[in-house]
């Protein structure tokens, strides 16, 4: 069992940068694949970055490919996503989630921070 509390979320001009948190607590989080999650109101709930166990990057949404960069530190069970160069259609909640390394679906997630990219 593993608990996310997402963190960082808050109101940024267009082009400007936010850096998100999710926290874990519970056992074995080294051994779980870790991702961020999108969804603005109105549309389904996206994908936008993934890491292994290890640290290897598994992937990125080609909407955030070059802006946004997903990390992990399993010493402090943690995992971040930094956002830069952020646009309107970014606005969302973002979510972090967990899957273990031999499932396909995310099995944990945390409670959503809010991102809003506006003037």
């Known amino acids: 069992q593993v608990q996310l509390v997402a963190s960082g979320g808050g109101l940024v001009q267009p082009g400007g940068s936010l850096r998100l948190s999710c926290a874990a607590s519970g056992r074995a989080f080294s051994s779980y694949t870790m991702g961020w999650f999108r969804q603005a109101p109105g549309k389904e709930r996206e994908s936008v970055a993934a890491?292994?166990?290890?640290?290897?990057?598994?992937g990125y949404a080609d909407s955030v490919k070059g802006r946004f960069t997903i990390s992990r530190d399993n010493a402090r069970n943690t995992i971040a996503l930094q956002m830069n160069n952020l646009r309107p259609e970014d606005t969302a909640v973002y979510y972090c989630?967990?899957?273990?390394?031999?499932?396909?679906?995310?099995?944990?997630w945390g409670q959503g921070t809010q991102v809003t990219v506006s003037s």
């Open positions: 890491i292994s166990w290890s640290g290897g990057i598994i």
């Open positions: 989630a967990a899957r273990g390394k031999d499932r396909a679906m995310y099995e944990y």
